[in-house]
């Protein structure tokens, strides 16, 4: 079986038009054309042959070298999350997903292994991350076009370099491009306690702009809370607390948000439109309770509220593709600071499986988990 | 009593800051200072005393002379509509209403009658609307500032003039502000056999753009899609016929629509969204079914739909304005060419309480009902 590092995408919302991408697996077998060329070294990859249960489909294959022609990069990798949206592919959900089979993982990190003979501004060991991500990030050596590959400096820490394009970046975004806010402005999100969440209250801090946080009624949200007010929460309520007839008059200090976040869904979006001043938004960019959106006629027609949605691979298909190369880099100087911190945990590729269970769920709430190479 | 023009909103939404609405009913009297002033003719009007049910808290009135100032017109009022508006108003369900004592009415059109030393620009005979609209139509003589009043045409059919801002504005902007859209493009809505929807498929017509029109289940279903075929409707669907897995393989050669306007919410809605494009927008300016819009997670963020409000009197306090005005003579325009028409019921003034009952459906389904003076 040769290196699974180029896989199409299903075009199940519109083509994609990378032309990395559009490498089938099965042509790309056919380009192994001479053993004189750079190979790189055999890689230990996660790979699917259907799509299906992740703990059940998925496995660790061992794949043989392959040719890393003159514009490529060969990349040793270093650490990759498990993303919600990863195992959404696996489960053949996601609406962008690679064809079956396909090594697992988006985005990540690692470091310059090898270099076809045209590359030119990357040396070995350089720290690289695929930005925009690229599917194929689970495994222990990936080649591809030098155009993937993003420098990243050397003092990053990788759990935050590997991590920075999916939450993050969606929370500097979102904050970025709805709503022009001010200092002194206030945002309202659910689902503050996500990695999402804990970022928009870290960058609206540096910012000055205040965040108003709901969070879920669970044993622990007191703790929850703590952790969230030191991040630089300015006000977090959870659901439970919200039910007053105005939750308006819970804000002391902080002037009605002109902006909010939902990833919940049911009452918890409700709760956000509830806070949003007139003519506000509301940005969907996630459905943690499965359940759907509910407006009432009088809060489009008398509240003037406009509903919105953010996904992070529409960003990538337009023009602001590029322009997220300089916002990864502010977000991991930030990270460099310490100026952005999230809870990871670091396991080890042998013991993927574990990961993968963590992140599936089947062992309680856990923090996101990060394959390390 | 005094005549009854000039009454405050109460700021239930945000403060009105136009100075001839600000004129409290109890102040305009103390402000009757001379019996050598010119004055208008005692006038016959709809009054209430406190909110409630319509046909219960109205009573026709007679209400005496009052002075015309200096920069006032008074008008003899020619037809007026009852508007659902009017209705909620009444009901004291609408945000923005008059303080009791109250004249009925926001739109109407009159003749003028007399004017104050100081208007320039207006003649006796006159066909005038107030522009924006402005309480208490329903009244044989209505006195306001000149800069209320807005002269059309005297060819206008009085049954347009009185009823062209409310509904045929609301379809001509909501075509406007929102998408812009080309011929060749298309709309779909529900709520189709409204005034509102007869108009946006007619305005629609005539920019090119083709319209994809919802329709209730009910009897005389068949005869409704036949009359808005009429008017150029490209397409007519009752929600029944669109119980199929995807409503788009019902359109032949329309294209997928980018607007789509919803009055009705609940699966009228969600049947609206449904033909709409890759980030399309739905704008919501009505809830006749009284059920909220529900919304997918997934219509959010991987179909990138925007949902938005209109409301009319939003319009009335921004910049556009004044812009509404050109917009209204295009209206009246058509409507004199016979290129803009809509059923209307004309009942004469002294058969008020008829028209009353129509319009609040004690009479079965009827058409929009216009007061004639």
């Not at 806010?181 to 306690?193: F, H, K, W």
């Not at 039910?243 to 200090?253: D, M, Q, T, Y």
Request: charged content about 20%; aromatic content about 8%.
């Amino acid at each position: 079986m040769a290196l699974l590092k180029s896989l199409t995408l299903k075009p199940l919302v519109k083509p994609y038009t990378s032309p990395i991408l559009m490498n089938h697996f099965f042509n790309r077998k056919s380009t192994v054309r001479s053993f004189s060329a750079a190979m790189s070294p055999p890689s230990t990859a996660v790979v699917y042959h259907q799509e299906g249960p992740p703990d059940s489909v998925t496995k660790m294959v061992e794949v043989p070298a392959v040719e890393v022609k003159e514009n490529e990069i060969c990349v040793k990798m270093l650490a990759a999350p498990i993303n919600p949206s990863d195992i959404n592919r696996i489960q053949g959900v996601y609406p962008v997903r690679p064809q079956v089979p396909a090594v697992g993982g988006y985005e990540g990190v690692g470091e310059v292994h090898s270099l076809g003979s045209a590359v030119k501004g990357f040396s070995p060991g350089d720290l690289v991350i695929p930005c925009p991500p690229s599917f194929g990030t689970w495994q222990t050596y990936v080649v591809k076009e030098q155009s993937v590959w993003h420098k990243v400096s050397k003092g990053t820490p990788v759990e935050y370099a590997a991590t920075v394009f999916v939450n993050p970046l969606t929370a500097l975004r979102m904050l970025e491009d709805f709503v022009d806010l001010n200092p002194g402005d206030s945002i309202v999100q659910n689902g503050a306690t996500s990695i999402v969440g804990q970022c928009i209250i870290q960058l609206a801090r540096i910012r000055g702009i205040r965040s108003i946080n709901i969070i879920r009624d669970r044993a622990g949200s007191d703790e929850a809370k703590e952790k969230l007010k030191k991040l630089g929460a300015d006000e977090v309520f959870t659901e439970s607390q919200l039910e007053v007839k105005n939750v308006k008059s819970l804000l002391a200090n902080i002037p009605e948000p002109d902006l909010g976040f939902n990833c919940v869904g049911g009452n918890a979006a409700t709760l956000v439109m509830k806070f949003l001043r007139q003519r506000g938004t509301m940005v969907t960019y996630g459905g943690m309770s499965k359940k759907p959106v509910t407006v009432s006629t009088s809060a489009f027609i008398f509240k003037d509220l406009s509903l919105r949605g953010f996904w992070l691979q529409n960003l990538l298909s337009s023009a602001k593709g590029e322009e997220c190369k300089s916002m990864i880099d502010y977000l991991l100087g930030l990270a460099r600071e310490g100026k952005l911190t999230y809870e990871m945990e670091l396991t080890p590729f042998k013991d993927f499986q574990t990961a993968l269970d963590k992140s599936l769920g089947k062992l309680g709430s856990q923090p996101k988990q990060i394959i390390k190479f």
